[in-house]
């Protein structure tokens, strides 16, 4: 079963059947931010309407296709069918202008989580550096 | 409040030693001594799979980005007080003429300056952008751009999961959908060599590329768009 890296979750996959991937629907807000909702497939605000005709390629019974959902938001798709893992891009444009800040967590050198989210209320200056 | 976000993909081995005490940097970018990095009092966070770099475009280090109390922007991506060098720079010694380190000097004092301006006067702050210079100032990343993350992303990932050979075609593939995107580059040539890993990564093809890129007149950092600072 493959390993799906999209937005910098980690989630082994259902299955990969040819083109597609798919995803039990109670996996998917952890693995993408998506869920699967009445009129789409949607992450805060963005839904994303399943075109007329094709829903058999996005959704069977109770699992999504994260490849279809990808095609879709023109995010690319890489795989490495020897190594079981594929990774999605992020969408082409910003995110940046007249929206919230993309927020994300990671750890620190202890372990300890932190979200940016959690910082709300205090101005907050990203520093990013690298060893290299 | 600071965080720092370490785009290391090999994590602890690579950036713990800058994290965890005071170390000297192994580049001389100041006049005077070598200066010791300060044991940091905010967060630091580990960014294995460069997961902030995608999600704000950003494509070298260190750069910065200055978000208010209610989560928005007000900066976009830019570098952190630091002044283009690295065309001036011997690949030999490292070392850059005095002019030079002057003037990196005055835009790393202009940049933190600014920012204790906005710490204390926050939208009222000079330095701080409206909504819509905001979006004057942010890249459009292209499909170039998301493919290369896609690859970058699944390269980080093979080089964490102990496959090292399968890696290095991903890298490759990463750099060559963005060849300007330093931190693809950079980050594959730090991990390219085992026994490098946590050094500076200043590689003949690190060189040769900062050198194809001022023939091509484009700049290692860019200008930061402030008042105070140099035009050029």
């Not at chain 1, 082994?12 to 699967?36: C, I, K």
């Not at chain 1, 969408?91 to 979200?115: C, I």
């Not at chain 2, 170039?144 to 102990?162: I, M, P, T, Y």
Request: glycine share 8%; hydrophobic share 40%.
């Amino acid at each position: 079963m493959p390993t799906l890296l999209f937005d910098g979750h980690e989630t082994v996959v259902e299955a990969a059947n040819g083109d597609a991937l798919w995803l039990d629907a109670s996996q998917l807000p952890a693995a993408t931010g998506f869920r699967l909702e009445p009129q789409g497939l949607c992450r805060g605000a963005l839904c994303v309407p399943i075109p007329p005709g094709e829903k058999a390629r996005f959704v069977d019974g109770a699992r999504v296709n994260v490849a279809a959902l990808a095609e879709q938001l023109r995010r690319p798709l890489v795989s490495d069918d020897a190594h079981g893992v594929v990774s999605v891009g992020p969408e082409p444009g910003s995110r940046l202008a007249g929206a919230e800040a993309p927020d994300f967590t990671l750890p620190d050198f202890d372990g300890v989580q932190h979200s940016l989210s959690q910082y709300r209320g205090k101005k907050v200056l990203i520093m990013t550096w690298a060893s290299w | 409040m600071i965080l720092g976000v370490s785009f290391d993909t090999a994590g602890e081995r690579a950036a713990g030693t800058f994290a965890r005490s005071a170390e000297p940097s192994p580049i001389r970018l100041t006049a005077g001594d070598a200066p010791k990095l300060a044991r940091a009092t905010y967060p630091l966070l580990r960014d294995e799979q460069h997961v902030v770099a995608e999600l704000y475009d950003i494509t070298n280090v260190p750069v910065a980005v200055w978000i208010d109390e209610n989560g928005r922007v007000v900066r976009p991506p830019e570098p952190a007080g630091t002044y283009d060098v690295v065309k001036h720079m011997d690949p030999a010694t490292f070392t850059v003429p005095e002019e030079i380190l002057k003037r990196a000097g005055q835009v790393r004092t202009t940049y933190f300056d600014a920012v204790r301006d906005w710490v204390k006067n926050g939208a009222k702050s000079r330095f701080a952008f409206s909504p819509e210079q905001v979006a004057a100032h942010v890249r459009e990343p292209g499909d170039a751009s998301s493919r290369g993350h896609a690859c970058f992303a699944l390269a980080a990932w093979l080089w964490r999961n102990g496959q090292r050979e399968a890696s290095k075609r991903w890298f490759d593939a990463a750099v060559e959908a963005q060849p300007d995107n330093w931190t693809f580059r950079r980050q594959k040539i730090a991990v390219a060599d085992d026994a490098a890993i946590g050094n500076f990564a200043a590689t003949p093809e690190f060189f040769q590329t900062a050198k194809r890129q001022v023939a091509e007149g484009k700049r290692y950092y860019d200008l930061i768009d402030m008042p105070g600072m140099p035009s050029e």
